[in-house]
């Protein structure tokens, strides 16, 4: 992942992701949504130009929901759908997914937390970083991106403070349940962050990338969402095939 940029190095705040897909949902143009994003991180982020801290917050909302690659369009659209009337923790794992299809540095930073937090409860920055680097190079703003994505993950309830500065735990909160078509478009966002033609179905519903979710999906849901297509081998073996998203042409071609 050397070449990979990092991107997302903000500490980003759930209400200025929904603010980010409702303006979306609105219909709203990228140089309108940066308006309105200008609006709603007055007083949090400070800045006016695109170097600046709010202007390099609007650049990672941006990318998670408006200016996504292609390939994403109609993922993003079906986001947008089902954030319609969606619980607090149907949203957060709708954004959540956009975060690990946009951002493959953020799906980095996730399955590793997601492993530490599996085996001993807790992750420490250094220990996070230490793996992350492995794939991703020394790089000078590594440490930094990576302090912001574990703030953001405090922020947004799935982890919480441990006993040691720089530490974080799991925030032992009820299992964060996701089911029904919003469990299979979260599959299937993971199928896609993961870069592969095939994903057996167990291991999505594995997936650390996913950690503070447990998702339900059936193979049917997941067939009727229309992310992937499930094909069996052998007798107790499921394998999703990543689809595009037809289910309606693409809210617009953003860019």
């Not at 800045?47 to 600046?52: A, E, P, Q, T, Y």
């Not at 930073?109 to 680097?133: F, H, K, M």
Request: charged share 25%; net charge positive; aromatic share 6%.
């Amino acid at each position: 992942m050397n070449g990979t940029p990092i991107g997302f190095d903000r500490r980003l705040k759930l209400e200025w992701l929904d603010a980010t897909a409702a303006a979306l949902a609105e219909r709203l143009s990228p140089d309108e949504v940066r308006v309105r994003l200008d609006g709603v991180l007055a007083g949090h982020v400070s800045g006016l130009s695109v170097h600046s801290a709010r202007g390099k917050t609007k650049t990672v909302l941006m990318h998670i929901w408006a200016l996504v690659p292609d390939r994403l369009w109609s993922l993003r659209d079906a986001g947008l759908d089902l954030l319609q009337d969606a619980s607090p923790t149907e949203r957060l794992a709708l954004h959540w997914g956009m975060c690990v299809t946009t951002y493959p540095f953020f799906r980095a930073v996730a399955e590793n937390v997601g492993r530490l937090i599996q085996l001993q409860g807790s992750v420490s920055l250094a220990e996070l970083t230490t793996r992350v680097r492995e794939a991703w190079g020394d790089r000078s703003t590594l440490d930094r991106a990576a302090q912001r994505i574990l703030r953001s993950m405090v922020d947004w309830g799935v982890l919480g403070e441990g006993t040691r500065k720089g530490e974080f735990r799991d925030a032992e909160s009820p299992p964060l349940v996701v089911g029904g078509r919003r469990g299979a478009w979260l599959l299937a966002a993971a199928a896609l962050a993961a870069r592969e033609s095939t994903v057996p179905l167990a291991q999505l519903h594995r997936s650390l990338a996913l950690f503070p979710f447990d998702v339900s999906a059936t193979a049917e849901q997941i067939e009727a969402f229309g992310g992937l297509r499930v094909v069996r081998q052998g007798v107790d073996r499921e394998v999703g095939v990543v689809q595009e998203f037809r289910e309606k042409p693409p809210l617009r071609a953003l860019g």
